[in-house]
């Protein structure tokens, strides 16, 4: 089990749906990570909140809406998503402060577009 | 332009022998280097970091080499075992921000 929890673990939506993505931590972690990765590829950053702000958007598409409710909880909003969008959602956390730490994944959320 | 290379897409190494993997980097300057695990249908799982003024680090059967001169990390597994199968992601940090930036991985079947 990882200390990330993501739900849900399957998501099947069509394009006009809207859905959310959750991601929880209680390690205590200031830093926390929305990647999303296709078949065989790396993971590709999204967005990046440092002490729940967000502090990088790599130009992610704005039918994705992420959300920080407090330091444990991140969320990914879904919203008239295309069929190119389904792919493996990753949160991560990392403790911060000095960039020697590692990131810790969750077990991502499988979303398939319709 | 900047570029993370891992040598090769996909390797298969006997039962028992040495594994080794490679990262090639170019036009970065990290200030360490992390190595991950991603088993099908699973996030990555942190295994070793290495910082710019070392050369080696160890933790059991996984070694890791850093040359920041040839740009170049190596990943060793030792008396490698089926169960070792994964794909392997080497990421760099920059240490500016809290980015990490991942290689393509490499596939690695340990063959019984």
């Known amino acids: 089990d990882t200390e990330v929890t993501q739900t849900p673990k399957h998501l099947v939506m069509g394009m006009t749906n809207k859905k959310s993505l959750k991601c929880e931590q209680h390690?205590?972690?200031?830093?926390m990570y929305w990647y999303k990765q296709k078949a065989k590829k790396p993971p590709e950053l999204m967005f990046v909140y440092s002490y729940e702000k967000l502090s990088i958007n790599e130009s992610v598409p704005s039918r994705f809406s992420p959300e920080c409710p407090n330091s444990s909880l991140l969320n990914l909003h879904l919203h008239a998503l295309q069929p190119e969008d389904s792919a493996l959602y990753l949160c991560?956390?990392?403790?911060?402060?000095?960039?020697?730490?590692?990131?810790?994944f969750g077990d991502g959320t499988r979303l398939s577009i319709l | 332009s900047q570029k993370i290379e891992q040598n090769s897409e996909a390797l298969n190494i006997q039962e028992g022998k040495t594994a080794t993997l490679t990262c090639n980097y170019t036009n970065y300057s990290p200030a360490y280097l992390q190595w991950y695990r991603q088993d099908p249908g699973r996030g990555p799982v942190f295994l070793l970091l290495i910082r710019e003024n070392e050369k080696e680090k160890r933790k059991e059967r996984l070694k890791v080499t850093f040359d920041t001169t040839l740009k170049q990390s190596l990943f060793h597994i030792t008396a490698s075992q089926p169960a070792d199968s994964a794909t392997y992601l080497c990421a760099l940090d920059m240490r500016r921000d809290d980015k990490i930036i991942f290689g393509k991985g490499t596939r690695l079947h340990i063959l019984p």
């Open positions: 991560a956390s990392r403790e911060g402060g000095n960039s020697n730490q590692p990131q810790h």
């Open positions: 390690m205590g972690h200031r830093a």
